[in-house]
């Protein structure tokens, strides 16, 4: 079985910072990449930050220097700092997680956690 935690979600003035965390727990043969995604009402769930195991990142254009994701060294744990955040950063995020297991590529997905920006 394999679970992804996240945590540091809540309710932040525009302009302000979060930080989110994902800490990855279970068994498998490999991670190839952690991610967050974000998804509001009556959209689809969208890409924001992605971190490969070779330590390549990409973001979405409408986070681009604004967002920093990062893995923690040791731990299968990646963060999204989140800097000056707008309303429209508005969502339930997700962590994502690419593993292998049993020769299998397969992705796994967080509960959500709930990112409010207030104007």
């Known amino acids: 079985q394999v679970q992804l935690v996240e945590s540091g979600g809540g309710l932040v003035q525009a302009g302000g910072s979060l930080r989110l965390s994902c800490a990855a727990s279970?068994?498998?043969?490999?991670?190839?990449?952690m991610a967050w995604y974000r998804q509001v009402p009556g959209k689809q769930r969208e890409l924001v930050a992605a971190v490969n195991s070779g330590g390549s990142r990409n973001y979405a254009d409408s986070v681009q220097g604004r967002f920093t994701i990062f893995r923690e060294n040791g731990k299968y744990m990646v963060h999204l700092q989140m800097n000056s955040l707008k309303p429209e950063d508005t969502a339930v995020y997700y962590c994502k997680a690419v593993l292998v297991r049993n020769f299998k590529v397969e992705d796994f997905w967080g509960q959500g956690t709930q990112v409010t920006v207030s104007s």
């Open positions: 279970g068994t498998w043969t490999s991670m190839k990449t």
